[in-house]
């Protein structure tokens, strides 16, 4: 983990904490010649988060609800591939999950007030196609005799 630019701040003072991360390499399919085929550039990147005391309960709660789709027994796992240093890779996962989990931790958005339709708005909004209705009559042909 040398050189990594930690702690991955999810939210405020919440960070993903590193011993609880578990990374996983692989080799990975794309680009790199002959280097490709010997070093483990593909990351996967696994987080516990059922069983985490990192976030807050609440948080843990709305992003276990909110990620259900994508957890396997609890665990949420992203994968980087995209560049050909496992360096690049491992930064790429933890921002990814990292982004992840504060999205799904985010309090949900406040609910929508209901306000009118000023009666001015209505008014000249039916004044306009009043006169556009006028404007469209007039071009039929009914006149021309």
């Not at 011993?19 to 516990?48: C, I, K, Y």
């Not at 006169?131 to 042909?141: C, F």
């Amino acid at each position: 983990m040398d050189g990594m630019s930690g702690p991955y701040v999810i939210r405020g003072s919440v960070s993903l904490p590193e011993a609880e991360l578990m990374w996983r390499f692989s080799r990975s399919s794309g680009p790199g010649g002959q280097h490709v085929n010997t070093s483990d550039s593909r990351v996967e990147l696994s987080f516990d988060l059922a069983k985490t005391e990192a976030l807050p309960e609440v948080w843990k709660a709305r992003a276990l609800e909110r990620l259900a789709g994508k957890l396997v027994d609890g665990v949420l796992t992203v994968r980087a591939s995209e560049h050909r240093s496992q360096w690049r890779n491992r930064e790429t996962a933890a921002v990814r999950l990292a982004a992840l989990l504060a999205e799904a931790s985010a309090p949900p958005p406040k609910p929508r007030r209901a306000t009118r339709i000023p009666r001015g708005i209505n008014e000249r909004r039916l004044r306009e196609k009043k006169q556009r209705s006028d404007t469209k009559r007039g071009r039929s042909g009914r006149d021309w005799g």
